[in-house]
């Protein structure tokens, strides 16, 4: 678990690669990222991971961090089952303001990530454009509030995790932030699986 200014570039690939080497048949993989992410214009949209001592303008010079790198490296792995939980948004966008300098303040789609749909399931909190809202009223980021939430009230099938989490985040953003910052979860891969 690397939080704030220990989640850098360096413990990040480091962490990733040392759990990853550890990984067995019959494992189950539980990846969590909550923070920032950008599209790349000059890539043609492709979504990279920002880490916390990287300069948004230089996120591609590192290619470990583009979310189809992640991703492939989650689906080689040995294990059976890989869950990820991503919350963050890949609009370029963060409160209002753009993240890439000399991009206008207007959310881009980042372009979409293929993984092995079999093995894997990845929860977003939103769709491409839309926003990864804060809950500062239980002091969370909306989506992860209700992710955990629902964990610790017993949901314990992706379906139902999803299904449960989706319903209240987009709820909640209407309720605290209206339409233009509708949050509406999304779900990519096996939602069968259980946690």
């Known amino acids: 678990m690397l939080i704030n200014e220990n989640a850098s570039q360096a413990k990040i690939k480091t962490s990733m690669k040392k759990m990853l080497r550890?990984?067995?048949?019959g494992d189950s993989i539980y990846f969590y990222y909550n923070g920032h992410g950008v599209p790349v214009p000059s890539l043609n949209n492709e979504p990279f991971m920002l880490a916390s001592n990287t300069?948004?303008?230089f996120v591609a010079d590192e290619s470990f961090f583009a979310l189809?790198?992640?991703y492939a490296q989650l689906s080689a792995s040995k294990a059976d089952k890989i869950v990820a939980i991503v919350d963050s948004c890949f609009s370029g966008v963060t409160d209002g303001k753009a993240v890439l300098k000399g991009v206008a303040a207007t959310k881009m789609v980042a372009k979409s990530v293929e993984f092995d749909k079999n093995r894997m399931v990845v929860m977003s909190a939103g769709k491409g454009?839309?926003?990864s809202n804060g809950y500062d009223k239980k002091a969370h980021r909306l989506f992860s509030f209700y992710v955990m939430k629902n964990i610790i009230?017993?949901?314990s099938d992706i379906k139902t995790l999803f299904k449960d989490t989706k319903a209240q985040t987009y709820d909640t953003s209407l309720e605290e932030y209206g339409d233009v910052r509708a949050q509406?979860?999304?779900i990519e891969g096996n939602f069968r699986l259980s946690l």
């Not at 550890?22 to 048949?25: E, N, P, T």
């Open 68 to 70: 189809k790198n992640i």
């Open 184 to 186: 509406e979860p999304t």
């Open 55 to 57: 300069e948004p303008d």
């Open 153 to 155: 009230e017993g949901d």
């Open 22 to 25: 550890r990984v067995k048949s």
């Open 129 to 131: 454009n839309q926003y």
